[in-house]
């Protein structure tokens, strides 16, 4: 099911954006990170849920906002797992390298 809901996340984000709608486009972002994460943790389950879902929440939002410290330290407060912390970072530091352009 987490597969179906980040497809329709994306869609729907593609959408609102394309036509130019008010409103803010992290949350959706942290959203469709959540269900990749639980979608990562189906494959592996050794990886601890909240790691998989920040960590790719973060990567998103990086990758398209550039905040490559202020969204892993919001991310993981908001969520209460400052314990994950320095995966998340490494999740956006990654996400950041690899977006360069």
């Known amino acids: 099911h987490a597969f179906i809901v980040r497809v329709a996340k994306l869609i729907a984000i593609s959408f609102t954006v394309a ?21 990562l943790h189906e494959f592996y389950p050794s990886l601890p849920i909240p790691l998989c879902c920040l960590g790719f929440a973060s990567a998103i939002n ?32 990654v996400s950041l390298f690899l977006t360069a352009y």
């Open 62 to 93: 990086v990758a398209i906002t550039r905040t490559s410290l202020a969204t892993p330290i919001i991310l993981c407060f908001l969520a209460g797992e400052p314990n994950v912390l320095s995966g998340v970072l490494a999740a956006g530091l």
């Open 19 to 39: 036509g130019g709608y008010r409103g803010g486009f992290i949350f959706p972002f942290f959203a469709t990170g959540a269900a990749l994460g639980r979608c």
